[in-house]
């Protein structure tokens, strides 16, 4: 990654799914002493690598679940870490909880990332900025137009 990890203030998809391939690795010898954490972050890895498949199975799902059982059994261990000690409102873990009844309604997810309209967004972004005056550019660039 070089210096391109110090830099990043936004995971783009791509990012985040180079990162993904390299982090359990990164991370294992940081988190020597703390077995489960890294134990939820494989649980999350596989969850996440699992759910992108093209196909499903009752096997792959069985998967999925036992990785879904895996970030259950430790997301405990992140909430000293939350200011409301509470994973309740954070929208993300939710929806985990119901990606298998939604693969089995809907089929995969594969096709589900947000990796295009990121680009077309960021696009949108530095064309607004540009089209604006550079003062107060927030409002301009919501109100410019393409």
Known sequence: FGDK???????????????LKVWLAALAPLLKRYPNHLKFLKSVTDFILIARSHSHTEITLHYLQD??????????????YRHNQSI??????????????CIKDMGSTDNSDTEVSEAIHKNLIKDGYRASNKVDYIPQMLRWET
Not at 67 to 80: C, D, T
């Open 5 to 19: 990890l110090t830099r990043v203030k936004q995971w783009t998809g791509s990012e985040y799914k180079d990162m």
């Open 67 to 80: 990785a879904l059982h895996g970030i259950s059994r430790n997301i405990h261990l992140f909430l000293p």
């Open 88 to 101: 309740s409102k954070i929208p993300k873990i939710h929806s985990l909880f119901h990606y298998i009844e």
